[in-house]
């Protein structure tokens, strides 16, 4: 499995302030206040984000991955959505069957309107892993491009939905698809 990227800057709080009027009957006004903007992202910005997460993938580490995603997280990846809880059994379990992975994501494209962002990468990874049929380890790569949906939420960009794109997987240099 691959899930591709993580978390970082910046903030959108909404406020409100109240006044209070002088004399026996105080009242509470509610004054709309325009909510701090949050910075706009740069392509290198969202990239050193990625580049964050390759260390976490590298280190087979799916806490510090899923520190990053929000409640509510989903992932699709060769036609099958699950939530974060499912995601992350699945993440850890993979991580278990690799040895030496090594990661490389490049962020390829982004729009971003407000607290919400939508990042395209291209990733590819490599690692050794057994080969259920001759039963000895071989070199598994995969790559492929994630679409990833990004809110900010309390000035940290968690992301909400990977969806993962065109992926090939090979196993001793034969395409490959794994048990989900």
Same mark, same amino acid.
Not at 44 to 58: I, L, T, V
Not at 116 to 142: C, E, I, L, Q
Not at 148 to 168: A, E
């Given at each position: /499995?691959?899930?591709?990227?993580?978390?970082? $800057?910046?903030?959108?709080?909404?406020?409100? &302030?109240?006044?209070?009027?002088?004399?026996? +009957?105080? $009242?509470? #006004?509610?004054?709309?206040?325009?909510?701090? !903007?949050?910075?706009? /992202?740069?392509?290198?910005?969202?990239?050193?984000?990625?580049?964050e997460a390759e260390k976490h993938f590298e280190k087979e580490d799916a806490d510090g991955?899923?520190?990053?995603? @929000?409640?509510?997280?989903?992932? @699709?990846?060769?036609? !099958?959505? /699950?939530?974060?809880?499912?995601? +992350?059994?699945? /993440? =850890?379990?993979?991580?278990?069957? $690799?040895?030496?992975? #090594?990661?490389?994501?490049?962020?390829?494209?982004? %729009? !971003?309107?407000?607290?919400?962002?939508? *990042?395209?990468?291209?990733? &590819?990874?490599?690692?050794?892993?057994?080969?259920?049929? @001759?039963? =000895?380890?071989?070199?598994?790569?995969?790559?492929?491009?994630?679409?990833?949906?990004? *809110?900010?939420?309390?000035? =940290?960009?968690? $992301? %909400?939905?990977?969806? &993962?794109?065109?992926?090939?997987?090979?196993?001793?240099? %034969?395409?490959?698809?794994?048990?989900?």
């Amino acid at each position: /499995m691959k899930i591709g990227m993580i978390a970082a $800057v910046l903030g959108l709080l909404g406020t409100i &302030s109240f006044s209070f009027g002088q004399g026996a +009957k105080p $009242v509470a #006004k509610a004054t709309s206040v325009k909510a701090p !903007q949050v910075k706009m /992202m740069t392509k290198a910005d969202w990239q050193k984000m990625f580049d964050e997460a390759e260390k976490h993938f590298e280190k087979e580490d799916a806490d510090g991955l899923f520190g990053g995603m @929000t409640a509510d997280f989903s992932m @699709t990846m060769m036609g !099958q959505t /699950m939530g974060a809880k499912e995601a +992350k059994e699945g /993440m =850890k379990q993979w991580f278990g069957m $690799v040895e030496g992975l #090594k990661c490389d994501f490049k962020v390829t494209s982004f %729009k !971003q309107k407000g607290n919400t962002a939508t *990042v395209v990468n291209r990733f &590819s990874n490599t690692a050794r892993m057994m080969n259920p049929t @001759t039963k =000895k380890m071989g070199k598994s790569a995969d790559s492929g491009t994630e679409t990833l949906t990004f *809110v900010n939420v309390k000035g =940290k960009w968690l $992301v %909400k939905k990977i969806v &993962s794109n065109d992926m090939k997987m090979t196993l001793d240099g %034969k395409p490959f698809t794994p048990g989900m």
